[in-house]
C-alpha cells in the first residue's frame, strides 16, 4: 500500500461499474493508517480528472477524524461546500453515492452539526436521483439526521411526491426513525 497521497492517488484502481472496488481501496489506505490527514487526500483527489480518484476522496471524508475537521476550518466551510455540491452533481452515479456515504458521518460534524438544514439541503435533491443506490443512499443519511433533528427531515419529506413509487421508497427509507 502506497504511502504518500500522491502515490495513493496514482494507486486508485479503475472502476467500470459500482464503487465497491474503491470503497474496498479505501478501506485498505485507512486500516494501513498511512495517511494521517485524510481530509487534504480528499481534496487532492477532489481536482482528480479520473472520477475513480474522485469517488476515493469522496469516501475518504467519512475517515476524517473529528480533530481534522479544522482542515475544513482552515481552508473554510464554504470552499469545502463547494466541492461537495460539485461532487454531488457528478454525472457518474457511483460518485454521487460516494458523497452521500462520505457525509453520513459529518452530519453530526461542524458544520452540519450546527446547521443540519444545510446537510439535508445538499442530501434532499438526491431523493430524485436517476440511481437507486444514490437516492437509497441519501435517503439513509436523512435518516440518521432524522434521529435528532426529526421536524427538519419530515418537513422536507412531505414535499415529495410519493406518487411516484421510487419517491416513496426513498421516503419510507428517510422516515424510518421518525
Known sequence: MPST???IIAGV???PRGSRVIEDY?????RTGLTADMATLAVQASRSPRTEVRMMGALCCSHVESGDAAACERRGHATCLEVIRHWLEAGNAGMRRA???????WTARSPFRE??????????PLHRDADESTRLSAAHALA????KHPALVRAVISGWDIADPRIA???RHAARHL
Open 5 to 7: 497521497a500522491q502515490a
Open 99 to 105: 458523497v452521500c456515504e462520505g457525509l453520513r458521518p
Open 115 to 124: 446547521q443540519p438544514a444545510l446537510a439535508v439541503a445538499l442530501l434532499a
Open 144 to 147: 440518521d439526521i432524522s434521529k
Open 13 to 15: 484502481p479503475e472502476c
Open 169 to 171: 421508497a426513498v421516503a
Open 26 to 30: 479505501v478501506a485498505r489506505v485507512v
